[in-house]
Every structure is written in structure tokens, then in C-alpha cells.
């Protein structure tokens, strides 16, 4: 059973830092493409960046140069580094996990960004 376990959101002020976690489990992590999504309140789930298994990353336009992502394969674990938050940055952040046809989500952390 591959688990999903989204760590570190919180409340920040616009302008502030915050450091997404997700640690996966029951999956050959190091051969999965590991992303990060965001869904915001009456809005659809869109996407945030991803990481190949290869280390090969591709971000939304409205994060580059704000957000990084990163993966430490013998921890499990994928990051989201997120610098000059803005109030539109406010949502749930959700860790997704693809490999072949397997498709994995977490269950969300949230994110609220202030003016």
C-alpha cells in the first residue's frame, strides 16, 4: 500500500518561506516522478512542479523563480521550498506520486499565505 504523508504548511505572512514534505512509502520511491499540486477554495487542484526520477524539474509559471523543488531518495522524501509567498499561494498542497499507471496522491496540507 503505497502512503503519501504531506508535512510543513502553515500560516505565513505574504513575503515569508515555508517547507513542504512528503514522505512516501510502500513504493520504489527513486524510480517514481514526484509532484506537488495546490487546490484553492472553489478552484480546481492545478499544478505547482515536479521532479523526474532523474532529477529533471518543470514548474507552473506562477511559482518560477519562487519555489523549488527537490528529493533526498534515501529518505522517501520529496520537498517544496516556497519563497516570497504570495496571498494567491493560499491553498491545499497535495504530493502526487506516478510511476508506470500507478498514480498516488496524499491527503493535503495546508498552506495560508496573509497580506
Known amino acids: 500500500q503505497v502512503q503519501l504523508v504531506e508535512s510543513g504548511g502553515g500560516f505565513v505572512q505574504a513575503g515569508g518561506s515555508l517547507r513542504l514534505s512528503c514522505r512516501a512509502s510502500?513504493?520504489?520511491?527513486?524510480?517514481?516522478?514526484m509532484g506537488w499540486y495546490r487546490q484553492a477554495p472553489g478552484k480546481q487542484r492545478e499544478f505547482v512542479a515536479d521532479i523526474t526520477s532523474g532529477g529533471t524539474t518543470n514548474y507552473a509559471d506562477s511559482v518560477k523563480g519562487r519555489f523549488t523543488i527537490s528529493r533526498d531518495n534515501p529518505k522517501n522524501t520529496v520537498f517544496l521550498q516556497m519563497n516570497s509567498l504570495k496571498p494567491e499561494d493560499t491553498a491545499v498542497y497535495y504530493c502526487?506520486?506516478?510511476?508506470?499507471?500507478?498514480?498516488?496522491w496524499g491527503q493535503g496540507t495546508q498552506v495560508t499565505v496573509s497580506s
Open positions: 502526487r506520486s506516478r510511476r508506470g499507471y500507478n498514480d498516488y
Open positions: 510502500g513504493t520504489i520511491f527513486v524510480l517514481a516522478a
